[in-house]
């Protein structure tokens, strides 16, 4: 197995008995800093969980609901799988661990997409993964990439269609990013691979909502869509600014007042936490506006629902549209974003041009 | 050391070569054959002192060392004055040429005669000094002297068996050089008995110092304590130090005829000093005014601003800083609605113009804005009266004149044989009007152009290296000015007009000009929540018209989990991008695109 070529994960290669120390320190560190946390939702992610043997998944899921008791207060459970590794004792391991969400890497049906990304499975192994997906569990989710270089829109909708007959409950349809440190960042740096302009990109997720809309999937944030009831709610609750726990290597966790991402290295991460210390990487108590600022900054990318004003004020004792009143008032005024007394949200054009967007609220111009 | 070396044991000489034919390595040879400094300690090219020489492996500024080396039992005092060699700087090495009797001419024996070779040999002849021909680098097995004698006997005129061989590198052939330079170059003339009358043929700042001013002795004798008379600046200073460089500066307490040193007092700022000023004694009798030198004509002019408004007055005092060791720097305060408040700045040359921009980014640590080097031009106006601008925007309304004047430099370019074709139509497509062509060698020729100075500032001498896979150089004498069909190119952006961005050209090329500068601005400037579109007019008619497309998509694809520190501050580092830009009206322009008019990809 290998690195894909757009991923900025956390990402290494293991050996067998690498993986059972690791999964050790992970449940020794959810002991630490997460027993009796009693979450609402459970994201059991960050790359392909589904890699690890199907025996150490399900020791996995039992430990960690011994830990945090999460099988008792848990509405959703998701684990996210790539194709190539969702097989069927697999997928038993997590069904019968307590999983009911299963989000699946698919990224493109085209054998030369995913041969230029450098992922291993093809079109079919990832339309078989989904019918797996369909028959064990209640909820699945289809995860696609758009904007490859050179992509004809008619071919990705075509992939997008394909997969809908597959009839998952929640669609991701990221554009092709290109992240620091990736290879695709360096090839494309290296002039060996050419992004895509942003004329097509914005065609591309226009015409993505349209058909997503036709088959009743609404755009619920920037890049996801669900029917209805099908929100990921763990998500939802991160792009409300809400709390979370996460434990793993680079886990980051918003919690206590604070921001924090664990050491990133496995190695150091383990011994870190086998000698019973805190694998704390990077930490950061955001003060009210940079609090602000996240609540913005996230909850802006639910396109329909917005930002409370009501649960910005409660968290940070700042009003979002006031704070940034001559701001909000230009940008309305562009016709980029709309808000009442209880929600601030982007326009459809505004949403386009998020980035713009919070750009305009950082300090450094006048407005 | 301070002992006095009579006129007829002093030598004063300098070395003149084309760039890369091993000026520097010749010198540190000297250093080392004469004891001047001790080998083990020495650092490669001991003359270059600044960092920036170092690393761009050019010589900025002159330098001077006294050498004592002792030839048939005699000793003698050789004074190497050094000068810079590069194609902007024909005038320091003229300064440098100054205050010598006789000059060496090193050529790469390899590489032969090249334009820099002739100009410089050509300066030198002109002021009548010993030239002795040295061929460098006779260890390289490609070495070619018999053709390079001929290349000497036929474009500089130069006996063929005049010519002196050495292996900088080796070492071989140093001590004949010092030989020559005993034998074949006069010594200086001048009298003791004549009142003080000394060159002033450059000065530098020093940290430590202040103002050092470097000195050839004429007639007389300066002691320290003397009070000194610039005849030029009609100044008075009190000789606070005297001495040579050895080649650390040491001190002396007198410099007596033909000698070469340096003078320290309490000289306020580089500017004070003349170079090619004279210096006398302050009371008694004075001597009269030498004659020769002029002051450097800036040829490149460019706007620099500071990136942050704020920082107007650094800059300010930086390029101070940097002209107390470079006068030939010119800069008066300009503003611009986009850029605030900058200077328009004169420069020798190209080459000058980069350095100063590099020594200002790294001495002052500020952060600037450069527009696009622009010529001067003589304007001829309606009243008789003449104008120089030196920026386009500088140019009045065309109702007021009758006729612009441009520099014109007659250039010589030696060029391989087979690449003359490529030349001839570089230089004709460059507005250039060809004069002759002459064959130093079964396959070398020089070719003589007359070209409008402004289109050779611009990327002139790298189509010339590529045309000629390396082997071209060049040189050009003072520009003289010449009328033209010359308009101004206004730049708009979305309607408004930015003078930083107007361009003074030919009209028969303005409109592919101005397609250019607005391609280049188009792919610079990023796109907006408007269409922007951008014109280029020669007065009230639009020549050129491109459009910047308004906003598309502009969101992060994803985000959640980990990322929202880093997203947060990947927004920051944006908006820190956006600060750095500049403003046409609503238009935000980065700092690079101020450079658009220099795009040649046409």
Known sequence: MSKCRYCDFNS?????????????????????????????????????????????????????????????????????????????????????????????????????????????????RALEAL????????????????????????????????????????????????????????????????????????????????????????????????????????????????????????????????????????????????????????????????????????????????????????????????????????????????????????????????????????????? | MSRRFPPERIRNFSIIAHIDHGKSTLADRFLEVTGAVDTRKKQDQMLDSMDLERERGITIKAAAVSLTHTIRGEEYLLNLIDTPGHVDFAYEVEKSLQACEGALLLIDAAQGIQAQTVANAMLAMEQDMEVVPVFNKMDLPHARPEEIKDELENTLLLERDSALACSAKTGEGIDGILEAVVDRMPAPEGSPDKPLRALIFDAKYDEYRGIIVYLRMIDGTLKKGDWVHMVGADTDYEAIEIGKFMPKPVPHEELSVGEAGYLISNIKQLEDVRVGDTITIMRGERAAALEGYREAQPMVWCGIYPTNSGDFENLRSALKALKLNDSAIVFDPESSDALGFGFRCGFLGLLHMEIVQERLERESGLDIVQTAPTVPYEVQMNDGSTLVIHSPGELPDPTQWSEIREPIVTVHIIVPTDSIGVIMKLCTDRRGIFLRQEHLSATRVMLTWDMPLSEIIYDFYDKLKSGTKGYGT??????????????????????????????????????????????????????????????????????????????????????????????????????EGKKRMKSIGNVEVPQKAFLAVLSTDE
């Open chain 1, 12 to 124: 290494y290669a293991w050996t067998g008995q690498e993986l059972d120390r690791y999964v050790r320190a992970l449940l020794r560190e959810a002991e630490l800093r997460a027993e009796a946390l009693h979450p609402q939702t459970v994201f059991i992610g960050g790359g392909t969980p589904t890699f690890l043997p199907a025996d150490l998944l399900a020791e996995l899921l039992v430990e960690l609901s011994r830990i945090t008791g999460f099988r008792s207060t848990a509405h959703e459970v998701t684990i996210e799988a790539n194709p190539e590794s969702f097989d069927e004792p697999r997928a038993q391991a997590a069904a019968q661990g307590g999983v009911n969400r299963v989000s699946l890497g698919v990224q493109s049906l085209r054998p030369e997409v995913l041969r230029a990304y450098d992922r291993v499975h093809s079109g079919e």
């Open chain 2, 474 to 575: 060049m040189n050009f004498e003072e520009p003289r000015f010449d009328a033209a069909n010359l308009v101004k190119l206004r730049i708009l952006v979305n309607s408004k007009e930015a003078d930083e961005l107007s361009v003074i050209c030919h009209n028969d090329s303005c409109q592919r000009r101005g397609r250019a500068v607005l391609q280049k601005l188009q792919k610079e400037i990023p796109r907006h929540q408007f269409q922007i579109p951008l014109q280029a007019a020669v007065g009230g008619k639009i020549v050129a018209r491109e459009n910047i497309r308004a906003l598309s998509k502009n969101v992060t694809a994803k985000c959640y989990g980990g990322d929202i520190t880093r997203k947060r501050k990947l927004l920051e580092k944006q908006k």
């Open chain 1, 131 to 367: 019918a797996r997906a369909r028959e064990l569990f209640t909820r699945f989710s289809a995860d696609l990439i758009f904007a490859f270089p050179g992509q004809d829109p008619a071919s990705w909708e075509a992939d997008l269609r394909a997969v809908l007959a597959s009839k998952p409950g929640h669609v991701s349809c990221y554009e092709l990013s290109y992240e620091p440190g990736t290879a695709l960042t360096r090839l494309r740096n290296a002039g060996r691979w050419k992004a895509e302009d942003s004329d097509l990109c914005e065609e591309l997720y226009l015409r993505t909502g349209k058909i997503l809309a036709e088959h009743v999937y609404e755009r619920y944030e920037t890049s996801n869509f669900a029917r209805p009831g099908e929100r990921c709610l763990h998500n939802l609750a991160a792009w409300r600014n809400l709390h979370y726990v996460g434990v793993g290597a680079g886990a980051a966790s918003w919690h206590g007042g604070a921001r924090r991402k664990n050491i990133e290295r496995p190695e150091a991460y383990q011994a870190a936490v086998e000698s019973g210390i805190d694998p704390v990487g990077e930490c950061e108590r955001p003060d009210a506006n940079t609090a602000l600022f996240d609540h913005l900054m996230m909850g802006l990318r639910l396109v329909g629902e917005g930002v409370s004003r009501a649960r910005v004020r409660a968290a940070t004792g700042l009003d979002p549209v006031d704070h940034f009143a001559n701001q909000w008032q230009a940008m309305r005024e562009d016709g980029w974003v709309e808000w009442d007394a209880h929600y601030l949200r982007t326009t459809a054009r505004g949403a386009l041009l998020l980035d713009s967007v919070l750009t305009r609220l950082l300090p450094g111009e006048p407005v």
